[in-house]
């Protein structure tokens, strides 16, 4: 089997890779520029020299074609595309492209080749919005409140809509909020923890965060990935939420990060409303139930295993 991953160095491709790789498959990866690259969270799995890395503009069809192509896959998996939430409003055309133009492409690119090709979409809870302290299912409307959600709707309702109207094999994973420790340190979650473990040595720095009262679904991301795949080998495409099912305060994630190295959050964070974001989510929580009835998946790791991982790396 060939699978080529676009996003192949960020977290969920990198360990998305690793997965595949222990299952036999020919890995393929996508960049924008192979050439330069960075490949860290590769070379931390130590899979770098095990991948084939091309060059690929998600939002150029002839460079999407040519990718394709060159890689012939089995399976395609679509993680790539600008993915903080707080960078989108600040850039809200790119993340728009990157996003929607890169599904666009990838299913015209099956649809047009005669060889079958199963396709995966990293969807985001983002598109819930707030639910108003209800966990989110498949039948949850989706009501966007960022640029980078409404262009993960688009994509959510493109890959429908193919399947649908084309018979393709493409689903989407509508994956809640997971962590690990090859999370960029501009992800909250590794902002606290890096920060947290530099305090505790010593650094007496000052953390500045925004708003504390909003809840997340956090998990573990090594078991997304799994998910992702499990999902493209079902006989039927369908689209799932992917989550924990339990949502904390962000509150409560930095008492427990501060917590386990024996410091009170209270001393050490300050809070600032400039870290507000223009429209920001109080409630994320996933309702994983048909994942767990479908994929036979269910989180293992919750908030304070995933907490206590990070700081152990």
């Known amino acids: 089997m060939r699978a080529l991953i676009c996003g192949i160095t960020g977290q969920d491709g990198a360990y998305l890779a690793e997965l595949l790789l222990g299952k036999g498959y020919e890995v393929w990866g996508t960049s924008r520029d192979a050439q330069t690259a960075t490949l860290a969270n590769l070379h931390r799995l130590r899979i770098a020299d095990r991948v084939r890395l091309i060059s690929m503009a ?4 002839r460079s999407v074609l040519t990718a394709v192509d060159r890689a012939d896959p089995d399976e395609i ?3 790539a595309g600008q993915s903080s939430v707080g960078l989108s409003f600040d850039q809200p055309a790119e993340t728009l492209e990157s996003v929607v133009s890169g599904v666009l492409n990838l299913l015209e690119v099956i649809r047009l080749r005669r060889k079958v090709v199963r396709f995966y979409n990293a969807g985001s809870s983002e ?6 302290g209800e966990a989110a299912s498949e039948s949850t409307p989706f009501r966007p409140r960022s640029p980078y959600a409404v262009a993960k709707a688009s994509a959510h309702w493109l890959v429908a809509n193919y399947r649908e109207a084309y018979g393709l094999h493409a689903c989407t994973g509508i994956l809640f909020n997971h962590e690990s420790p090859l999370r960029p340190e501009r992800f909250a979650t590794q902002k606290i923890i890096q920060a947290a473990r530099r305090i505790a040595a010593g650094s007496g720095e000052r953390l500045t965060l925004g708003r504390m009262d909003i809840q997340r679904d956090w998990g573990w ?8 795949w499990q999902m493209l080998q079902l006989p039927e495409p369908v689209d799932l939420v992917i989550a924990t099912g339990v949502a904390h305060s962000l509150e409560t994630f930095v008492a ?7 410091l009170d959050w209270h001393d050490h964070v300050d809070l600032s409303e400039r870290l507000h974001r223009p429209s920001d989510i109080g409630y994320n929580c996933g309702a994983p139930g048909l994942a767990r009835s479908r994929l036979g998946w269910q989180a293992q790791a919750g908030m304070n295993e995933v907490i206590g991982r990070m700081l152990d790396a």
Not at 127 to 132: E, M, P, Q, S, Y
Not at 221 to 228: C, D, G, K, L, T
Not at 256 to 262: H, I, M, N, Q, Y
């Open 58 to 61: 998600p939002s150029d069809f």
């Open 221 to 228: 991301a090594p078991e997304y990935v799994q998910a992702m």
């Open 77 to 79: 998996y679509f993680l």
């Open 256 to 262: 427990e990060s501060f917590g386990r190295l024996g």
């Open 127 to 132: 598109c819930f919005g707030d639910t108003g």
